[in-house]
């Protein structure tokens, strides 16, 4: 197995938002944040390359929505998943599977785009199987009104009409392994229905890619729990399970959505789990 991080580009969101009821003196220490109140937010993807297969996980925002829209995240940085692909020898056309995390826009974006005329959408990986789950599907093509703006029909629907949407085998458990892809999820519901945590034997280590369980390093003390979670006091309790779980493997947390902390490990304190160490993807991924 050989894994990758693909960086598909960064944006900024309100600071308060991604901290929910954590005062600004604190979350400031951890993700500063400019004059407007926004923190930078990467779109940090996962490529695993096992054998044959080629399966990304997630796909970040992609390039189709307009300029207004985009315009509300502040976008920066010139990385895309054509260009981070491309460093690494790889192509759209190549991936075999696109495992999705959740369907939240800035995880599901890049799943589609334009066609070439622009009269309408296409899957932006031609030959790859995207995975979902069907609860987590239902809940998101018929969005409640706190995550309807989150979830929108260009980025979903189009998979579905592709022919190739698939749903994992979904145990009810809240950790299974899928034989489909080879690898473990871990299931939290706290942020959205159904949220999709892998993780995966790596040589010697486990990796788990914490998409919007963990978004950054400072979210780790157990109350930082961010105001677009649905369920937040379900998240404390998925973050105390998982983290606790991370910390006694050692494993090490592929962060998503930290522009500037990558890959990191925990260490058990009185107060709870905390920052250990910190690693780029290049010390990690090998």
Known sequence: MKLYAIESGNFKLDGGAMFGVVPKTIWNKTNPADSNNLID??????????????TLVDTGMGNKQSEKFFGYYSLWGNDTIEKSL???????????DVFLTHLHFDHVGGAVQWNKDGSGYETTFKNARYWSNKEHWDWAVNPNAREKASFLKENILPIQESGQLHFIDRKETDYQHLSELGFDVFIANGHTEKQMIPILNYQDKKIAFMADLLPTAGHIPLPYVMGYDTRPLLTIAEKEKFLQMATEQNMYLFLEHDSHNQIITLKKTEKGPRLNEVYKCSDILI
């Open 86 to 96: 491309q460093k690494h020898g790889f192509h759209t056309s190549d991936i075999t």
């Open 41 to 54: 937010i990467a779109a940090r993807l996962l490529l695993i390359e096992e054998g044959n297969r080629l």
